[in-house]
Structures are given as C-alpha cells and as structure tokens.
C-alpha cells in the first residue's frame, strides 16, 4: 500500500490560490440577510423559511469548538451494499489505517456527514485528489453549496461515479480529502486510502 507523501493535502492549498478570478459576495451575518429587503413582506417570509432556525441566530451545537462547519463522517455508498464510513472526529493521521476495499467497476457516491453552527456558511466545497505510487491520477471538486446552522446534522451526497476496472486498475490508492468554501476557510483536511479489487471479497 503506497503512503502519501504528505505534500498532497499542501499541493491542494496550491492549486486553490490558483483558481478562476471569481470573487465571492461578502459573508453576511443572519440579521444583515433578513434586514435587506425587510419591507418587502413576501421576500421576508421567504427569507425566514429558508433560513429556518436560522433566523433566530447563534445556534451552537457544540460550545467547545469554534468552527462553523464541524465535519464527522465521510462514507462510501453503492447500491445494495452497507455504507463505508470514516468517522472525522477522531485522530485523522489514522484514517489511512483504515482501507476500503472497492469492487472494480462499481458505481459509487461519497457523503459528507457535517454540522453548521454559529453562522451561515456560504459555497462551501468537496475537493478530492486521488492518487496511485505517490502519482495523481484524479481530482475532483463539487460545490456543496450554502448551508445555515442547523441542529440537525446536514449531508451532501456527490453524483454517482464509476470505479476503474480492469487489471491495471487494480491496487492500492491514497486520497487527499479538503473541505472548504468560497472564503477559503479549510474547515477539514484529511487523507484516506482505497483498494479496487476483482471483487468484494478479500
């Protein structure tokens, strides 16, 4: 099993800086969001349906931790099969212990299990960089999107994707895992492995 070398989680705060010139609107507080347009009574109601416990501000689902984006769980879901997951709230440098075996040619989708609190957090996004002997071999990104706290836990499922089949593909990859937003605040960075094999079974 190849180890990463350490420099991908730093190599995606590269390519980050890097991006398309877009720049985000500036982060709102709750108040300020329900205060614009407040005479409008349509768009107000609207606004505080979406925003839904929002709306009331400081939701603090853990006292303890100052983030806004608490992420515990990052899983592994294919059809007719128990999800595999990773719990993010322990010791992260020990997750590449813990290696997922991948049917070859399946189809996948990975969860993101998170919690928002405190503040709205505005385009937040997945940024996954897979690679074999230390080699990328795949990126993607997926916008996740806005969320307001909440005291419930929230998801994001990404789009259903195809594992490599064939002997080539088969072996032992390393990922490097960021989640962030349009602000660029790293709210968790991890890295984790997978193996693609003929089949389910060892």
Not at 8 to 18: G, K, P, Q, R, Y
Not at 59 to 86: F, G
Request: charged residues 35%; aromatic residues 8%; proline residues 6%.
């Amino acid at each position: 099993m190849s180890d990463p070398t350490g420099d991908h989680v730093d190599a995606l705060d590269e390519e980050l800086e890097v991006e398309s010139n877009y720049k985000p609107p500036p982060e709102k507080s709750i108040e300020q969001i329900l205060e614009t347009d407040k005479e409008d009574e349509s768009l107000r109601k609207y606004k505080e349906t979406l925003l839904g416990e929002a709306k009331s501000g400081g939701i603090i689902v853990d006292p303890n931790d100052p983030r806004k984006v608490i992420v515990k769980k990052l899983a592994l879901c294919v059809a007719d099969r128990p999800d595999m997951e990773l719990d993010l709230t322990g010791d992260l440098s020990q997750l590449k212990k813990q290696t997922f075996v991948i049917k070859e040619g399946v189809s996948y989708r990975i969860r993101i299990d998170f919690i928002v609190q405190r503040e709205i957090v505005h385009g937040l996004k997945y940024i996954q960089k897979t690679y074999r002997l230390g080699v990328p071999v795949d990126k993607m990104t997926h916008m996740v999107g806005s969320y307001p706290p909440k005291t419930e836990l929230q998801s994001y499922t990404t789009p259903a994707e195809d594992a490599p089949a064939g002997v080539v593909a088969r072996g032992s990859y390393s990922v490097s895992s960021l989640f962030t937003d349009d602000d660029k605040h790293e709210h968790l960075k991890w890295e984790w492995a997978f193996e693609i094999k003929k089949d389910w079974k060892e």
